[in-house]
Structure formats: C-alpha cells, structure tokens
T-cell receptor
C-alpha cells in the first residue's frame, strides 16, 4: 500500500513567491522520520529537510520549512522566495522505526520568471 | 558532492544481457541502499545492506541480486535484462542500519538503457 502520497504531479510558482508542496503519509508507528529531497534535471537527489515524529517545532532550513501536522498526517514543504534554480522534482519520504526510506511519486515544480 | 560514488554513470546494453552496477558509500557509512527510478514507477526501494549483511528487501526482482563487500562497497547485478529494466538506479548510504531520523546520501545514479 502506498504510504506516501503527493497529490500534485506539477506545480507552478512565480519567482520570489512562496509555494507549498503537499505530502501526506500513513503509518501506525509512533517513531518515524519525514524527509524532503530535491531532484534537479541533472538527476542527483539532494536532501532538503527532516522532521521527526516527536519534534514539536516545525523544521526549517533556510528558505525551506516543513509544515508538520501530525494529527492530519501531513508534512508539507514550504519554499519561500522561490528562485529559478528551485525548478526541480521534489520528493517526500518517510522512514518508520528502523525500516528503509520510502518515497512519494514526486511533484515537479516550475518557477516562472 | 554527497560522497557516494556510483559507476558507471551511463550503461547501454541489449535485452538478455547482464550488467553490474557499483557503489562506494560515504566514508564511515555502513548501510547501502539501492533504488530504481523509472518514469512510471517513481523511486522504488530495492534492497539494503548493512555491514555486509542483507538488512531489508523491497521490490527487487529475482533476476536482480546485490551484495556488499568487506570494504563496504556494493554491487547490484541485473541479469536477463528486459526493456522495462531501463531506469535510473540509485545507490544511497547511511551511517547505521536504519534509524527513523537517519537521512540517506545519494549517489548520482547509473542510467541504464536496455535496447
């Protein structure tokens, strides 16, 4: 069963504006981690941000923040002040307990000048 | 640079053939993971090794096998290749065997084309 759902196959945002990429997950574990990765057209997978299930504060890393709503099982990525270089595929991922990392289908973000 | 090295970057072969993909993890990392990324399947977990032992198995076909050597590098062997095996194969590494808070460091991938 799909445990990570990204419902937006593609998103557009104007340069300098903020954008939210949606991610919902399904788990019965109490201990889990949520991750976002960026995949530019060059193909590499770049780690962006991490949120632990026990973390009370939303994670932030520079222009990236994670809007973590545990009761709704959502972990949306917010990118502020979008730049042209933010155009890429974005993947939400989850690790449950000591298990491997599973990924969502991804969202392709296009930043328009 | 993630510190994870994958070779080759590109591989073109024919149906029915066998290929080997190689991965060197980051220095000090004991776990190696293999993922397959194809256009219609997204990023699929194949298999994980920890310190030479198989740790977890995902959607890995019987035609595929992997191992991790004493120096911690890993190889993914793909045999009896089919057109549908064409994909980007990623290797990733992490320090431990799989904690919930442990991020993965990815290599740049091997693009396999089966003609």
């Amino acid at each position: 069963a799909q445990k990570i759902t990204q419902t937006q196959p593609g998103m557009f945002v104007q340069e300098k504006e903020a954008v939210t990429l949606d991610c919902t997950y399904d788990t019965s574990d109490q201990s889990y981690g949520l991750f976002w990765y960026k995949q530019p057209s060059s193909g590499e997978m770049i780690f962006l941000i991490y949120q632990g299930s026990y973390d009370e504060q939303n994670a932030t890393e520079g222009r990236y923040s994670l809007n973590f709503q545990k009761a709704r099982k959502s972990a949306n990525l917010v990118i502020s002040a979008s730049q042209l270089g933010d155009s890429a595929m974005y993947f939400c991922a989850m690790r449950e307990g000591n298990n491997d990392m599973r990924f969502g289908a991804g969202t392709r973000l296009t930043v328009k000048p | 640079d993630s510190g994870v090295t994958q070779t080759p970057k590109h591989l073109i072969t024919a149906t029915g053939q066998r290929v080997t993909l190689r991965c060197s993890p980051r220095s000090g990392d004991l776990s190696v993971y293999w993922y397959q990324q194809s256009l219609d399947q997204g990023l699929q977990f194949l298999i994980q090794y920890y310190n030479g032992e198989e740790r977890a198995k995902g959607n890995i076909l019987e035609r595929f096998s992997a191992q991790q050597f004493p120096d911690l590098h890993s190889e993914l062997n793909l045999s009896s290749l089919e057109l549908g095996d064409s994909a980007l194969y990623f290797c990733a590494s992490s320090a431990y065997q799989g904690k919930a808070n442990e991020k993965l460091f990815f290599g740049s991938g091997t693009q396999l084309s089966v003609l």
